[in-house]
């Protein structure tokens, strides 16, 4: 091209996860790829009470009813938050630019944990940050080594993704989340929380938000309804500390005046419903019957060829390979026994923390299906592993 | 604040359109300032036929059978185009922030017509824009003019709105599009055209997109469903030259994934029915109505405070002052008389072009309010120009 873009663009990788998604969503194809919920668990629209309202132009922070309905669901959760420091995003992903607007300039440092969502690097590479990665452990991160890299590397915020991490699964202990929030809190730096996994919980666990410990850092909390209702609606929210909220609206405006409003009237329903907490009991219920499947069938197919924790929540197992399997190569092998996974690699924000290794979705497959494809993944991976061990 | 943000938010300009709009909402204010839709005349929203399929993520690119009846439309307005061309985003507003993602880093030159879009100043001013003005003649840009301003500054990109342009009301001429599109070319300049308001016609006039009439030039046209349907869907497109779409895709993706599924649902079966047609005609006699009912209004009590040119589309009058009148005072004291307008001056991209304006909406308020409020409107435009007189 003879014209100039932005040096933006330079920065936008080639979209791997697009196309995995494109092959995947072949009829026929077995994919633990994506993080897609099941579609029959969704919940009935029923937008007969609520259209006639939503046609005019809205506000930019949401819709006020919604707002409030927010800010006491967090409360529960003991983060105090009042409705006016909730802004409705257009899914948690706007959620994620709206925080890269508001603090990235090129070259700005940001720490995550390593591996992370891929989207939010994907997203944060766009607007120019510079990575650094905090390695995790079974119980969350390393307040030490968190500490030592604030001090180092000096960000512009840190974003963590405490329960049921995407993609590793891992859900912070309360001392980690406390002492997380302890070396925030001294070194005054920003933390932005993504949590839009905490209401799918299959084991008791912690869940209290790290931005609720806080005490004087700056924080934003980023939120979706997604996972548990209706991903196609395209409703999360955020909220964050006072001084923060201002700048986020206005950036919230200028990217799309405001999210649409029939999603909003119908959340704003059924999330005051009685419907809202057993369709949540029953949602739990057969993804925590499709995590077990899923262990069952690991345990019988993939001893030895990798190493994991049954996740207590969320959406995902995290499978770190003993051997150093080529995962995108495995996956074009995969894809031609119709079963799909996604390729570890790209979690990873730096490349010396990465190690081979896989993530497999347990929420859209049925039982049945389950079973099949981790089978069929196995000899895949059984074979490139012998691959590799014939050509190292 | 003690923690950094980015160098983008020291130009998020205060909110003015946001205040404004706040206190034009109270109840009791014949408010012409915003650019809202007749809420009477927007149609049922009935999602029923389509509530069940839009739960699901859907493609970043939009529904396909809505991009192909776009692409048709384009098609019939002389703008040949593929659906795999079109992009669906979450309101035209989107599309204005995904082109300075793509376009403007720090610095980089801009040009826009004198006054223009005031919600686009804001958005590109955010990503760094370095703004130069061509001023807006009846009929269009001087074609001249704007070679000399690409010669001289090398724009990333020429923004036009040229039906019914925002806030001017100006139409191009088809000699004008022309010649517009033929510097374009030669230079080799990629064209930004925004055209929310191409459907709201209520005399005879050239609305060919420029991006028509481009042979080598990269485009982008920006198009909306909000000012004919209901904005509160948030549900607008862009179409590009193919060698830009790309890139605006995977922007799209990493800023909210795809736009909501069941305000593009009910869209897909609007739009293709017969009710569509019936409605616009329907709109636009209301509107035409209420354009004229100002129009003469307006003769009645501004002749000798303004000039103004009735316009032929669209949704506002604007109105150059011929005393030099701070309208943002004479705004607060109109508020005092419960009736609002927005005042001219943020619509200039640089400040030494400025004239003294008012921008005048004349679709929402009923034909009633509308004489009410004009003449009150004169009352206080007639103080402040006296005071100015005996200031001055």
Redesign the interface.
Known sequence: ?????????ER?TS?LI?DILQITQQPGVISFA?G??A?EL?P?????AC??D?????P?EGEPRLRALIAQGLSGLGLRCQADQVLV???S??GI?LVG?????EG?PVLLESPTYL?AL??FR??GAAFHGLPLQVEGIDPDALKAAIVRHRP?FVYLIPSFQNPSGCCYTDAARRAVAAVLDET???LVEDDPYRDLVYSPCDRTPVCAYLERA?WVYLGSF?KIT??????GYLASSP?LFP?IV??K???????????QAWLTHFIASDDFEKHLAHMNGVYAERRNTMQFALVRHFSGLAEWSAPAGGLFFWLRLVEDVDTLAALKVALTHDVAFMPGEPFFPVADQRYPALRLNFSHATPEKIEQGIGLLSEVLSQCCETAFVTG
């Not at 091209?1 to 663009?9: A, I």
């Not at 009935?44 to 007969?48: A, G, I, S, V």
């Not at 607007?101 to 300039?105: A, N, V, W």
């Open positions: 091209m003879t014209h100039r873009l932005s040096r933006r663009t936008l979209s697009r994506g897609l919920p579609e969704m009935d629209l029923d937008f007969d259209a006639a939503s046609r005019q132009y809205g930019s995003t257009t899914g992903q706007q630019d607007k508001l603090f990235i300039d700005t989207a994907q997203c766009v607007y512009a005054g730096t920003p700056p997604s209706a991903p196609g609606l395209r409703v001084a700048w206005r950036l405006q200028s990217s799309d005046l405001h999210t649409s409003r029939i999603g």
